[in-house]
């Protein structure tokens, strides 16, 4: 089975930085893409940040230029370096498998960016 376990999250001031961190237990982890989701209260979970087996990355508009995807395949983890952090960026944060996620999803890491 599947287990996702995410961490890092805290509370911050705008313009702050975490690092947020996943740890997969994945049988076969390198050949997936994994991204990190969101869902900030009373929202719908979106799509924040993409990287392949391969090293390749892809990011939502709203985090273009701050937000940084990495992984370690020898770790079966995946990290989400996030600068410049804005209240907007207030959500939980979740990592799966991208584009189909996996049935199972982690309990998250909670985000909140205030003054």
């Known amino acids: 089975q599947v287990q996702l376990v995410e961490s890092g999250g805290g509370l911050v001031q705008p313009g702050g930085s975490l690092r947020l961190s996943c740890a997969a237990s994945?049988?076969?982890?390198?050949?997936?893409?994994m991204a990190w989701y969101r869902q900030a209260p009373g929202k719908q979970r979106e799509l924040v940040a993409v990287?392949?087996?391969?090293?390749?990355?892809n990011y939502a508009d709203s985090v273009k230029g701050r937000f940084t995807i990495s992984r370690d395949n020898a770790k079966k983890t995946v990290y989400l370096q996030m600068n410049g952090l804005k209240p907007e960026d207030t959500a939980v944060y979740y990592c799966?498998?991208?584009?189909?996620?996996?049935?199972?999803w982690g309990p998250g890491t909670q985000v909140a960016v205030s003054s």
């Open positions: 990287i392949t087996g391969g090293g390749s990355t």
């Open positions: 799966n498998k991208h584009p189909t996620p996996f049935a199972s």
């Open positions: 994945v049988r076969i982890f390198s050949i997936n893409a």
